[in-house]
C-alpha cells in the first residue's frame, strides 16, 4: 500500500489535497492531533469534519500515533493523519522522554504499517530563522521529521496555494 506526505504552508490546501489522495480508498480513519484550544481552532476543527466524508472513522490522538497505528495493523484501513505540526507541538510540551519515544514509535509504526498512510505536515524550511529557542528547536525537529516520514513514504507531494507539486513518486 502506498505512503504519501503532503507538505504545504498554511492554508495551502495540504489537508484537502490529503483528503483527495485518501478518498480513493475503500475504508478511511481520519487521524487527528489538535486539540481546540480556543474558538478559532474549534472553528478549523468543524471545517474539516464537515468537509470529510460521514463514511470516514475518525481517531483523535495528540501524543501516541505509532499506537494507533499499531492499534489498526490488523484491518490496514487508510489512515489519514493531520498533522505534524501539530503533533510535534503537543510533543515538545510533553517533555523530552515522550517526545524521544514517541518519535522513535511513530516513524517505526510508518515504515511497518501494511496499509495505506496519508500524512500532512507543514512545510517550515522556506521561512526565517525564528527569534525564540523553542520555535527553533519546532522548526528544527518538524523539518527533521519530515525529512524521515519523506524517506518512507512512496509518494511526496507539495501544496501550493491548492496545486500539487509531486516531489517524489507518481503523480495524483
Known sequence: ??????????????????????????????????????????ARIDQHRARRPAAWGLVEEPLALGQVLAQHASAAPCLLIDC???????????????????????LQAVADYP?????????????????????????????????AL???CDRVLMSVAGLPWVLKGAPL
Request: contains cysteine.
Open 115 to 147: 496499509g495505506a498512510l496519508v500524512i500532512v505536515s507543514n512545510e517550515v524550511g522556506l521561512g526565517l530563522v525564528a527569534m525564540d529557542p523553542l520555535s527553533r528547536r519546532f522548526c528544527d525537529e518538524l523539518g527533521w521529521l519530515n525529512q
Open 150 to 152: 519523506a524517506e518512507r
Open 1 to 42: 500500500m502506498s505512503k504519501t506526505l503532503v507538505l504545504g504552508g498554511i492554508r495551502s490546501g495540504k489537508s484537502a489535497l490529503a483528503e483527495q489522495c485518501a478518498a480513493a480508498q475503500s475504508a478511511v480513519i481520519y487521524v487527528a492531533t489538535a486539540g481546540a484550544g480556543d474558538g478559532e481552532m474549534q
Open 84 to 106: 505534524m505540526s501539530l503533533w510535534v507541538s503537543n510533543l515538545l510540551h510533553a517533555g523530552e522522554q515522550a517526545f524521544a519515544e514517541q518519535r522513535a514509535a511513530w
